[in-house]
């Protein structure tokens, strides 16, 4: 500190002998590519600027010869907060002052930031103090109060994994002020740090520091914006964890707010406490809310125990009222909240609950290069080389990848070659081209994920039905269709050729493999053009982005089961907001939808008509297999109702008149011979008899017989011989047998036996 005073010094007399003109006012200066000018000429001097009462300094700027050398800034109560040294018109040094006392110096050319302990034996006040845009680094601050002050873009924090410089604060206060975006970030240790009666925006970030220790209360205050990140882990004993009121225990996080209200409100300590040996290891919050009023709580997570529970007493609530909030943030409930935010609300709430997972289908696309990128293997799934590529605008890359998926569509190289074409699966990414069935079958369990499908035979059986089962086919998607086949088949199918499977074929041998390759390059340039993709990765602002989205990894759930899941939700919401509204995952975003949009368009334009032809053919053999089958019934049916209105003619006809010989009394004994039933029961089987009689004559004779004959059967004038008929011996037994077709098997017996 002591060179850095020496320093100062000499820049100060420096200035003090070339600014010998008097003060200009700073609204007389005109700057010109970093040059001052007044009145038409290089300025050397010291201009001001005022606050609105014209006469307190707000600013000073010493110049020579145009260039800055120094500002110095002040307070409405004309202290000095703040100097800037410069060195070639560019800035050197800032110096943040306290009472007049260098407080803090920040080296822009060695990037160090140093700062000057406040130890105080007994309470030191400072009262009035404006610090703005100020990193305070690796500091003391013991006893200290700060009253009626102005914190703007300030922050407290120690150097990341160094114990030596951790930021201690240490009974640190501040009371009556306004904290513009006041931060205490990593490597903190903040022990009774107490904010009474401030408004303004805070935020605490506790990093994966050993030191990191924060005991934060808030009272009496009136806060716009509070966010509290942890993802400490730190050690507890036993003992610690037994205590059920903490009194044991050395606390590394703990929150106390009295008599505030807060806009916005978000508490996430997403550690887990889980026991090794004799210790636990995690972060053990307190978090309690006294006469305390939410408008919207964003986050709330305590943290969980090695079970995935929240950690027990670790939330306390007594007059809290919360008004609204981001439920799917919400982890932890106590009886004091709104009835909205307790398990059964979060129920409620999820039945109709959609995530916006937008920014997690980006960061698919902000990885890192794949493992074994060039080469192209279609053993495993190609869906990250895919969107690589789109990143990064690889031409080439996605070119060869597309020839090679059409070439396993081929069956390139196969000694029978005989392609299949798939439909695109209903689970796929609509973004990435790979239509083969191993997308379903390695990334999906459904069945219902499975596309339909077609090779080469489907489509020439296809092509050979009627006319009303085809739609145009495009001649490319012809030629290639029918390049794969090792023959070229032209299939005749008879007209009942689905129902019995026969089909005429005629070959004519070709050379599959050339014909195959001509047709798939010709395909391939008329429909694909990538020379227009962009590189998303390239440029400074790619890479801010790649970074922001490397923290979205995975996808935000509809539905939690447990407390871990609404912690896991919890996290990953809070994932997406910190990189929603960036700059340079727009610009990344917007580039990465200009190059999937140009590549989805041309595969769409390529292989949509192949897709929509494998569903159309299935459908279309289908519905013809259908029609042929209502054909076979519709021909039963005809055919049924043709014998039962021939066999009412021939109970009419001569022919019929075979049968009353069971009419008679001599019919009614044979058939009821063994029968001792009543008169009833015996005309019945009688009747069932005489009907049996009376088919069985049909049958035989309508099935022997050609139409003519049997019409001449059924009037009575048939003259032909029982050989002329076609009639056999086994036939004419039949004949014979007629009679007693309904009757029963003894009767059927003596009746053959009589006949012999």
Not at 163 to 192: H, Q, T
Not at 242 to 257: A, I, K, M, R
Not at 403 to 424: C, H, M, Q, R, T
Not at 523 to 530: F, G, I, M, P, V
């Amino acid at each position: 500190m002591n060179k850095i005073k020496i320093f100062l010094i000499n820049s100060f007399l420096l200035i003090f002998i070339i600014s010998c003109s008097s003060d200009s006012n700073l609204q007389d200066i005109n700057f010109e590519n970093g040059l001052a000018y007044k009145d038409g000429n290089l300025f050397s001097g010291i201009a001001s600027d005022y606050y609105n009462e014209g006469t307190v300094i707000k600013n000073t700027i010493s110049f020579e010869d145009g260039k800055t050398i120094k500002k110095a800034y002040f307070s409405e109560s004309g202290d000095l907060i703040a100097d800037e040294i410069f060195l070639n018109n560019k800035i050197s040094q800032r110096i943040n002052y306290l009472d007049g006392e260098i407080f803090v110096v920040k080296d822009f050319n060695k990037n160090t930031i140093e700062a000057n302990d406040l130890l105080c034996e007994e309470e030191c006040i400072y009262e009035n103090v404006t610090l703005e845009d100020l990193v305070i680094s690796a500091i003391t601050i013991k006893n200290v109060t700060f009253k009626n002050s102005k914190f703007k873009n300030v922050s407290f924090e120690g150097a990341k994994f160094r114990p030596d410089d951790v930021a201690l604060l240490d009974n640190f206060k501040i009371i009556d002020s306004s904290l513009e975006n006041l931060k205490f970030g990593e490597n903190v240790a903040a022990s009774y740090l107490t904010l009474d009666n401030v408004t303004g925006k805070i935020e605490v970030l506790i990093e994966q520091d050993e030191q990191a220790i924060i005991s934060l209360k808030i009272s009496n205050s009136d806060i716009e914006d509070f966010v509290l990140k942890n993802s400490h882990e730190g050690r507890f004993t036993d003992e610690c964890y037994s205590s059920p009121n903490w009194e044991n225990c050395v606390l590394n996080l703990s929150l106390e707010t009295q008599n505030s209200s807060f806009k916005n409100f978000t508490f996430l300590n997403l550690s887990v406490q889980s026991r090794n040996n004799t210790t636990i290891n995690s972060i053990t919050p307190i978090l309690s809310f006294k006469n305390t009023t939410i408008d919207s709580l964003n986050g709330l997570i305590v943290g969980m125990d090695a079970s995935g529970d929240p950690i027990n007493n670790a939330f306390l609530c007594d007059g809290l009222e919360v008004k609204d909030g981001k439920i799917p943030m919400i982890a932890d409930y106590c009886f004091g909240m709104d009835s909205k935010f307790d398990q059964f609300g979060v129920k409620d709430f999820e039945k109709s609950y959609l995530p916006n997972n937008s920014l997690y289908l980006i960061a698919k696309y902000a990885l890192e290069k794949p493992t074994d990128y060039e080469n192209i293997n279609y053993s495993t799934n190609r869906e990250k080389d895919q969107r690589y590529a789109l990143a990064v605008g690889d031409q080439e890359y996605l070119e060869k990848h597309i020839s090679e998926v059409y070439k396993e569509l081929l069956d390139f190289g196969s000694f029978s070659p005989n392609a299949k074409f798939y439909d695109i699966s209903k689970c796929a990414d609509s973004n990435l081209f790979y239509p083969q069935d191993k997308q379903w079958r390695r990334g999906y369990n459904s069945q219902d994920c499975a596309p339909e499908v077609f090779d080469t035979s489907d489509f020439i059986t296809w092509q050979s039905l009627p006319k009303e089962f085809n739609s145009d086919v495009g001649e490319m998607q012809r030629e290639l269709i029918t390049s794969s086949m090792n023959y070229l088949q032209t299939y005749t199918v008879y007209e009942d050729g689905v129902r019995k499977g026969i089909r005429r074929e005629a070959y004519e041998k070709k050379n599959p493999l050339i014909d195959s390759e001509v047709a798939l390059n010709r395909y391939l340039e008329h429909y694909y053009d990538l020379s227009s993709l962009q590189n998303c990765y390239r440029g400074r602002e790619a890479k801010e982005a790649l970074d922001l989205l490397g923290t979205v990894k995975n996808e935000i759930p509809t539905i939690t089961e447990t407390y871990v899941d609404r912690v896991a939700r919890g996290r990953l919401i809070l994932a997406n907001e910190s990189v929603s509204d960036n700059f340079a995952v727009s610009q990344f975003k917007q580039c990465l939808e200009g190059n999937v949009s140009i590549y989805v368009s041309q595969n769409t334009n390529a292989y949509s008509p192949l897709a929509k032809l494998a569903v159309k053919i299935q459908t279309d053999l289908s519905l013809y297999a259908d029609l042929e089958e209502r054909k076979k019934e519709e021909a039963k049916r005809k055919k049924k109702q043709q014998r039962k209105e021939l066999f009412a003619d021939f109970k009419k006809s001569p022919s019929g008149e075979a049968c009353n010989i069971l009419k008679e009394d001599d019919g009614a004994f044979i058939i009821n011979y063994y029968f001792s039933g009543s008169l009833e029961a015996k005309n019945a089987r009688l009747e069932r008899a005489y009907n049996a009689c009376l088919s069985c004559y049909f049958n035989l004779f309508s099935t022997t017989l050609g139409d003519e004959d049997f019409k001449k059967f059924l009037d009575g004038s048939l003259r032909k011989s029982n050989r002329e008929i076609g009639f056999t011996v086994g036939d004419v037994r039949k004949i014979m047998m007629c009679p007693v077709a309904g009757a029963d098997n003894k009767v059927r017996d003596l009746f053959a036996r009589q006949l012999n």
